[in-house]
């Protein structure tokens, strides 16, 4: 019998063993753990309970602090603090501070640091989104980071895979998020529970990376434990120009992928040739409705940023929304990229000065309001539309507000006209 | 060991955005966040628990973020342990890591209201009202949990080790 990409991974990574199955109890080397400025304090006690004199190995632990960054008050300084005194005191190699620091499942790829076949574990739910590179990448706790950080290693057990196959053309303003969004709300915010989610099918092999990091980000939120894609050409060349840009220090991959034979726990189809751009409406990620059938929803704030959809062409596609139109008095629109390098090439490109003209803000790389840290607080009875990833209650600001999750062109659309819109509408 | 407590009892989904919100994650002090917990399902719970209480909750208990100050929050509160439908995957494992309780039983979450006493038997993993007419089993971990568990945590289960 086959294995699935994900199996196949767990298994290289579990030193002496020569079979694998769902519900296995395993010890699997990782290839990179990382934390950010919330997680990180927790693990570097745990850690330090231990007494030990070195992390396992220095090259591969990431602590990116872009929650709370620039430090929103006293107390994340104090976190902050701590971190980087931890990455100095503990020679880590990839501590980014302010100037380099990045939203971490963004940073990370792009600096070549995940590459496909590895096993990553991180300190943050959505770890996830690195299974777009083809690799097995899962949020874990504070306290696995700890352990991992000490031993180099995770207790997990193997998961079932999901099989989702995606066929059809999207339509125009329709992208990974809506595929996603389109998803979730199918399998239900429980739906892939402990499993793997697997994304597969013709639509999928033509995504950009950026879009199909979009959608293994978002696996956590219908319950998954990973989500992966097959790594291809379009993989590889990402990959290499990372590689080639940042020169890490491992620079060995495997493309892997599922067997014919492989076994599944459950595969479902979705035809997305008609799907419209989906908005999913609080105050769960798994409410997504057709934008259509979303009218006269007034919106306060509209954010365009986040590990979900931060990226280079999410704002290209925001700023195409935007250009040459101006954000509707009542809207605060906070556009955020997602590193410093997406930053400049928006620069670049004039999509910040379209935000700006349009009047928006754009600013720093951080994780900011998507989880209510800062940089955009939702006062009471407020609404936002975001490009993030969740919309539990009080998830942006006040217990008493709401979110809207949606893809970047909606965002901006909505940003414009005031209510919730579609950007063909405008 | 037995847990003995009154029940507080939630629905499915809850999140740990409710558990702990974000604006106090820029501490890491038990004691600190035991003072915010379950703040956003419901604001009088610090107020109404007691140690040894326990929270009884529906399906998918812990979703959302990964942020260990969840379970935290709730052991640092003095709650004795968490019965639930099912427990998400992430939560599931920081509480294990921790030493937080956790028990998986539909059958007595559906039983199980507010306000009622029940015992925890830890080590069979049965769970019953005071008057002890019915007794749920709760789902059994697989030993190399137990070994966590038993150790107290993670890292007890952790020292010593090369």
């Known amino acids: ?426 | 060991m037995k847990l003995k407590g009154k029940v507080h009892k939630f629905g499915d989904n809850v999140n740990t955005d409710e558990i702990i919100p974000a604006r106090y994650l820029n501490v890491s002090d038990p004691e600190e966040l035991a003072k915010h917990c379950m703040e956003d399902a419901n604001r009088s719970f610090v107020n109404q628990v007691e140690p040894g209480d326990v929270i009884v909750a529906g399906e998918n208990f812990g979703c959302g973020s990964s942020r260990e100050h969840a379970p935290i929050a709730i052991k640092a509160v003095g709650v004795s342990c968490v019965i639930a439908g099912s427990f998400a995957r992430i939560f599931y494992r920081n509480a294990i890591n921790i030493g937080l309780p956790i028990f998986t039983s539909p059958e007595a979450v559906k039983v199980l209201k507010k306000g009622d006493k029940v015992e925890v038997s830890v080590g069979r993993g049965e769970i019953s009202k005071s008057d002890r007419k019915t007794v749920y089993k709760a789902e059994n971990f697989p030993k190399f949990i137990k070994d966590i568990i038993r150790a107290g945590g993670l890292m007890a289960y952790a020292k010593g080790r090369k």
């Not at chain 1, 900011?368 to 840290?373: A, F, N, R, T």
């Open chain 1, 1 to 426: 019998m086959g294995y699935t990409i994900t199996e196949k991974i767990l298994l290289s990574h579990v030193p002496g063993a020569k079979t694998i199955a769902p519900g296995d109890f395993i010890k699997a080397k990782v290839d990179l753990c990382l934390g950010n400025d919330i997680t990180s304090p927790i693990a570097i006690r745990e850690f330090r309970s231990l007494g030990r004199k070195k992390v396992f190995n220095r090259k591969r632990i990431a602590l990116i602090p872009d929650h709370f960054l620039p430090a929103k008050d006293m107390k994340s300084a104090n976190q902050a603090k701590m971190v980087k005194e931890f990455a100095e005191e503990f020679g880590i190699t990839n501590y980014f501070e302010l100037g380099q620091m990045g939203v971490e499942h963004a940073l990370l790829p792009e600096r070549g640091l995940i590459l496909p076949g590895d096993l990553i574990i991180g300190a943050d739910s959505h770890t996830c989104t690195h299974g777009a590179l083809g690799a097995f990448a899962t949020g874990m706790g504070s306290t696995d980071l700890a352990f991992a950080m000490a031993f180099g290693e995770c207790w997990m057990k193997v998961p079932e895979t999901i099989k989702l196959c995606f066929t059809g053309k999207p339509r125009k303003w329709v992208g990974g998020k809506d595929l996603i969004l389109h998803a979730i709300s199918d399998l239900g915010v429980s739906g892939a529970l402990y499993k793997a989610i697997e994304f597969t099918g013709s639509t999928i092999e033509m995504l950009s990376m950026d879009d199909r990091f979009t959608m293994c980000n978002m696996a956590i939120e219908a319950g998954a434990k990973n989500g992966i894609i097959i790594p291809d050409k379009i993989t590889e060349k990402y990959i290499k120009s990372a590689i080639r840009k940042y020169k890490p220090s491992r620079k060995g991959y495997k493309m892997l992928k599922s067997d014919d034979d492989a076994v599944y726990a459950e595969v479902r189809e979705y035809n997305v040739s008609k799907l419209e751009p989906i908005v999913a409406t609080p105050h769960l990620p798994s409410n997504g409705k057709p934008v259509s059938e979303l009218k006269d929803i007034k919106v306060n704030q509209v954010v365009i940023g986040s590990c979900t959809n931060g990226r280079i062409s999410d704002l290209c596609e925001a700023a195409s929304v935007l250009r040459n139109r101006s954000v509707n008095p009542n809207v605060r629109l906070i556009v955020i990229p997602a590193t410093q390098d997406i930053y400049l090439e928006a620069v670049k490109e004039g999509y910040a000065e379209t935000f700006i003209r349009a009047g928006g803000v754009f600013c720093t790389p951080s994780c900011g309001p998507c989880l209510g840290g800062h940089m955009g607080i939702l006062s009471e009875g407020e609404t936002a539309v975001a490009t993030t990833n969740r919309n539990f209650v009080g998830r942006m600001g006040h217990p008493k507000s709401f979110v809207y999750l949606a893809n970047p062109a909606v965002a901006a659309a909505s940003a414009i006209k005031g209510t919730i819109a579609h950007p063909a509408d405008l």
